[in-house]
């Protein structure tokens, strides 16, 4: 069964989509968060359906500022208030009859495996935190793979938009993804999904806030690896993958203390983990497993 559900955070109405595996409850239960700019109904809302399948009571919702939920501005990368859309949305699931309350997971993929782990970290309403071809994101990385210098010329011209908007000039937009020239996510990979009809959906658009990539190139939830523990983490991950490295879930899984599980999956593109088989139904056997012991 899927239900058509809406909630509030800070005052701002999310709309999510509540699965369930029927029959008599109470059920585990798995909150869901994805990809830099998805959508409900893309990723996360495949990896919800078939978590549901597997028996959990699952929550895939849009984020504010994306997709049907409200906010401004829109297509706006808000890290904190992701962190309280996550909140609010376990507060939901915990007031459901078919809810188990005291076992409930977050489950993240890709951009929305760092705010999974981070979230799960500082909520211990959260049991449990599985990510999936997860981005860890922390500044520190950011500033090596940048230089010094150009990290900081970055800013500056982040700098420049947001002043222009504080006074009053309009919000700054680019292409989320573009094959060629200027995008939030350049090339041919992420267009391959989001620019085709592999990734098509009526409330996903192919724009962005400029202002979103400081988000992206400041934001730290790496640090949740850290205090995670003593709660369980599985970091599932491809071996190669260009936008979300290997390097990055490696070095979250060593810092994670509590139980904890990696596996490596043969995937070539990143994007093999959002919709491709036989690697979306590994990574959900992955996680399944691991609940198992752990939810």
């Known amino acids: ?3 058509r559900v809406e909630f509030t955070a800070d005052g701002v ?3 999510g989509d509540l699965r369930g595996p029927g029959g008599p409850g109470p059920h585990p239960a798995l909150v869901l968060t994805g990809p830099f700019t998805g959508t409900r109904d893309q990723v996360t809302g495949r990896y919800a359906a078939r978590l549901a399948e597997a028996g959990y009571v699952t929550l895939a919702f849009d984020h ?6 409200g906010g401004q501005p829109r297509c ?4 904190q208030g992701k962190l309280r859309d ?4 376990v507060s939901l699931l915990r007031a459901r009859p078919e809810v188990d309350g005291g076992r409930i997971g977050a489950v993240g993929i890709c951009l929305g495996a760092g705010y999974a782990l981070k979230f799960a970290a500082f909520d211990p309403r959260v049991r449990v935190f599985a990510g999936i071809a997860g981005a860890y994101n922390n500044p520190y990385t950011m500033l090596a793979g940048m230089s010094p ?12 938009v947001l002043e222009r908007q504080d006074l009053g000039g309009p919000v700054e937009y680019i292409p ?3 094959e060629e020239g200027e995008a939030a996510m350049p090339g041919d990979e992420p267009f391959a999904y989001y620019g085709t009809s592999r990734g098509a959906s009526p409330h996903w658009r192919n724009e962005v806030t400029r202002a979103s990539v400081r988000e992206l190139i400041t934001m730290d939830n790496m640090t949740g690896a850290d205090f995670l523990g003593p709660r369980p983490g599985l970091i599932v991950h491809g071996v190669v993958d260009r936008f979300c490295s290997p390097e990055g879930a490696e070095e979250a899984y060593k810092r994670m203390e509590g139980p904890k599980q990696l596996v490596w999956l043969d995937t070539r593109l990143h ?3 959002y919709d491709a088989e036989p690697y979306v139904t590994r990574a959900v056997d992955a996680v399944t497993s691991f609940l198992a012991d752990h939810l």
């Open 1 to 3: 069964m899927t239900e």
């Open 13 to 15: 109405t999310l709309v």
């Open 64 to 69: 504010r500022n994306w997709g049907e939920s």
């Open 76 to 79: 706006d990368e808000d890290p």
């Open 86 to 89: 996550l909140r609010a949305a």
């Open 149 to 160: 210098a150009g990290y900081q010329e970055a800013l500056a011209s982040f700098a420049e």
């Open 176 to 178: 989320a993804v573009a």
């Open 271 to 273: 994007i093999d983990l």
